[in-house]
């Protein structure tokens, strides 16, 4: 199951998020903030440094400029109103969730035949996977802190 961002998360959170789920599949995984800054640069045009890269990552500029906002929402493929307005973060968010769903059923990191599986489930038996899946989640993310 794939992690969301709660449409309240944090700017910092939701740029997180991004790079951890939606990195584009033909560049190199994100490495440190100069790579990713480079990355963004190379692939939008807009000069991005390093230290904007940090700064968005740790939460320490909340408010950057609306071309830095406009790069970011070109490189990750989002409209840029996943960095705004609730409502309409909500609605982005879940569609970037299906299509990481996706991109990892193409890629056979997920099994289609497992997902198939989970839906011929009962309700019951479905209720527990979800409950299993989440609690496994929770645990992944405790780990990484």
């Known amino acids: 199951m794939v992690e969301t961002v709660a449409p309240a998360a944090s700017l910092a959170d939701k740029i997180e998020w991004l790079i951890h789920h939606s990195w584009p599949d033909d560049l190199p995984p994100a490495g440190t903030n100069i790579e990713i800054a480079r990355a963004i640069s190379g692939r939008t045009g807009e000069d991005m440094s390093s230290t904007t890269v940090w700064k968005l990552r740790t939460g320490r500029q909340d408010n950057p400029q609306f071309k830095t906002l406009t790069a970011l929402a070109t490189?990750?493929?989002?409209?840029?109103?996943?960095?705004?307005?609730?409502?309409?973060?909500?609605?982005?968010?879940?569609?970037?969730?299906?299509?990481?769903?996706l991109r990892k059923l193409r890629s056979g990191e997920i099994k289609p035949e497992v997902l198939r599986a989970l839906v011929d489930l009962s309700p019951k038996s479905r209720w527990l996977m979800d409950e299993l899946i989440l609690a496994a989640a929770a645990a992944d993310r405790r780990a990484e802190d």
């Open 75 to 101: 490189f990750f493929g989002v409209p840029i109103g996943y960095f705004g307005f609730a409502e309409e973060a909500s609605s982005i968010d879940e569609d970037l969730t299906f299509k990481v769903l």
